[in-house]
Every structure is written in C-alpha cells, then in structure tokens.
C-alpha cells in the first residue's frame, strides 16, 4: 500500500481564495479585516512564522499591523498596547507570537487579549467554549486538520482517533475538535506505556509530539490516516538541515491510506485557518455596524 498524499499547499491556496473573496466583500461594506501581531525578541523561528502570517495576510485583502520589541521589553509595556489594540473597533485580530521572553507569564499575556479578537483561539473563555462544543475561535492549527479531514471525505464520526501530544496549542484541542465530531479520542503523550498499542489500533493518528520520525509504519494501522503537525530541523545524519515531521514519511507512506508530507502540509493550513477566524471576526463587526 502507497498513501495518498493530502496536499496541504493546495488546499490552503484554495481556502485562502475564498478568504479573499469574503475579504473584499466586508471591504466594500466599509469593514476591511485587519490582524494585529505582536512578536517580542529575536527568535529566528518566530520572525519567519510573523513574516509568513503578514505576508499571508496581504495576499487575502487582510490588513497587517505588526509591532515588534525587544527580548528585554517589560510586560507592561507589550500589555498596555493590547489594550490599545483591544479598545481599537478597525482591528480584528490580535496575535501574540509565542513563545515570549522569560519575564513574561504566557497565561496572562494571553488573557489579555479580547475573547473577540482572539484569532489563535488561546483564550480561557474560548478553550472553555470549544470543550462544550460551543461557538467559538478554533485554535488555528487543530482547525486546519480538521480541514483537511473534511476535504479528503474521512469519516470521523465513529472512528478510533490517537492524538499524540497533549500541548494546549495542539494536542488537547485536537482531541476535544475530533471528539465533537464523534470520534473515539485517545490521547497519548511521554508517559503513555505502551504508544504503539493505541496508533496501531487508530484509524486517525494525530502526531504532535516534536521529535523528528518518531511514529514508523510500523507503528501504524494499515489504511490509516496520518496526520504530521511536527516540523524538526534535522541536526545530524545526511539530512542535516532539512525539515522532518514526527511520522517517519518512507515508512509510514508504505502503510498508511493517507498522510500528509513534511513541509507541505499542516503547516500551510495553520496560517490560513488564523486568516479564516479574522475574517470571522470582521463579518461580526460588520453585522454590528449595519444593526446600529
């Protein structure tokens, strides 16, 4: 068995199409959608993701403003400008690119943000509504998986799903997302026994984990539907410098019926989900300028 491939480039171009039709729309209702990112320091990782989401959000119509400071910002500093940003009705948006410095309390910086405005759906309130199965933003890259499920027809209703990993941006929304949808959720993470026991028994694996081609195929259930969110640079071996994901691909495409590729694939999904939820969040502000 070969798996077939889900094209996470291709799906994303699509997507963000419609994204920037629903854009130019509100635009011309006088509302154009507009994020807000803020990133603090000099992390190499986390200038590259800022620049992708900018870059991302003018090709869709989507205003971009983006403040930048320094690692030994003060906490009051970066809080006082959410706040400026919350208070401001032409921004949609607001996005804090983790991870932040070490005098900052993540948890805090993130409850900052307005429930409206929070696009990466990080937010207490939102975790809180998303584990009732109520209306609110989908954290970006869980949402983006669920995307791809739904756009390669994967009936997830009924199915035995393993999410690996258990972080809050990832692992525990991905489970409660497949969990909504009527799948059978098991989440596993370092202190699972026995790992292979479960993804064998899977028929959707979820790797989050960030150790590069830690799930092999044969870890897998033949048929199964694979899907990669790690992105690892390699630091060793001949493939130094290269990316990898959490699911050895040579392996695992030999077994499974799907899966996604490393670059290529989540990672495409994950911006544009956050440009899907600005845009949610510039239609609710357009519906409350035409109701007043």
């Given at each position: 068995?070969?798996?077939?491939?889900?094209?996470?480039?291709?799906?994303?171009?699509?997507?963000?199409?419609?994204?920037?039709?629903?854009?130019?729309?509100?635009a011309a209702q006088g509302v154009q959608p507009c994020l807000a990112v803020?990133?603090?320091?000099?992390?190499?990782?986390?200038?590259?993701?800022?620049?992708?989401?900018?870059?991302?959000c003018e090709?869709?119509?989507?205003?971009?403003l983006r403040f930048d400071y320094p690692q030994d910002v003060t906490p009051g500093e970066v809080m006082a400008k959410l706040a400026e940003l919350n208070a401001d009705p032409a921004v949609h948006g607001i996005l804090v690119q983790l991870p932040l410095p070490r005098q900052f309390d993540e948890a805090a910086v993130l409850e900052a943000i307005s429930v409206a405005k929070d696009v990466d759906g990080f937010h207490a309130e939102?975790?809180?509504?998303?584990?009732?199965?109520?209306?609110?933003?989908?954290?970006?890259?869980?949402?983006?998986?669920?995307k791809m499920l739904e756009s390669e027809g994967v009936k997830v209703e009924g199915a035995e799903a393993v999410v690996i990993g258990r972080s809050n941006i990832v692992g525990k929304p991905m489970a409660m997302l497949l969990t909504n949808a009527g799948a059978t959720v098991t989440v596993c993470h370092s202190k699972t026994r026995d790992l292979a026991f479960h993804t064998r028994r899977a028929d959707i694996v979820v790797a989050a984990i960030g150790k590069p081609r830690f799930i092999t195929?044969?870890?897998?259930?033949?048929?199964?539907?694979?899907?990669?969110?790690?992105?690892?640079?390699?630091t060793e071996g001949?493939?130094?410098?290269?990316?990898?994901?959490?699911?050895?691909?040579?392996?695992?495409?030999?077994v499974a019926g799907l899966i996604t590729p490393?670059?290529?694939?989540v990672g495409p999904m994950t911006i544009t989900m956050l440009l899907a939820n600005t845009v949610i969040s510039a239609s609710r502000a357009a519906a409350r300028k035409g109701a007043a």
């Amino acid at each position: 068995m070969t798996a077939r491939i889900i094209d996470g480039n291709a799906l994303a171009a699509r997507v963000r199409g419609e994204i920037a039709e629903q854009a130019a729309q509100l635009a011309a209702q006088g509302v154009q959608p507009c994020l807000a990112v803020i990133l603090v320091g000099n992390d190499p990782a986390s200038a590259v993701y800022v620049r992708n989401k900018v870059s991302a959000c003018e090709k869709a119509g989507i205003r971009s403003l983006r403040f930048d400071y320094p690692q030994d910002v003060t906490p009051g500093e970066v809080m006082a400008k959410l706040a400026e940003l919350n208070a401001d009705p032409a921004v949609h948006g607001i996005l804090v690119q983790l991870p932040l410095p070490r005098q900052f309390d993540e948890a805090a910086v993130l409850e900052a943000i307005s429930v409206a405005k929070d696009v990466d759906g990080f937010h207490a309130e939102n975790v809180g509504r998303l584990s009732q199965s109520q209306e609110a933003f989908l954290p970006c890259t869980p949402h983006g998986v669920m995307k791809m499920l739904e756009s390669e027809g994967v009936k997830v209703e009924g199915a035995e799903a393993v999410v690996i990993g258990r972080s809050n941006i990832v692992g525990k929304p991905m489970a409660m997302l497949l969990t909504n949808a009527g799948a059978t959720v098991t989440v596993c993470h370092s202190k699972t026994r026995d790992l292979a026991f479960h993804t064998r028994r899977a028929d959707i694996v979820v790797a989050a984990i960030g150790k590069p081609r830690f799930i092999t195929g044969d870890m897998l259930k033949p048929g199964a539907v694979v899907i990669d969110v790690g992105i690892n640079r390699l630091t060793e071996g001949p493939d130094a410098g290269k990316l990898a994901g959490d699911v050895d691909f040579a392996s695992a495409s030999e077994v499974a019926g799907l899966i996604t590729p490393v670059p290529g694939g989540v990672g495409p999904m994950t911006i544009t989900m956050l440009l899907a939820n600005t845009v949610i969040s510039a239609s609710r502000a357009a519906a409350r300028k035409g109701a007043a």
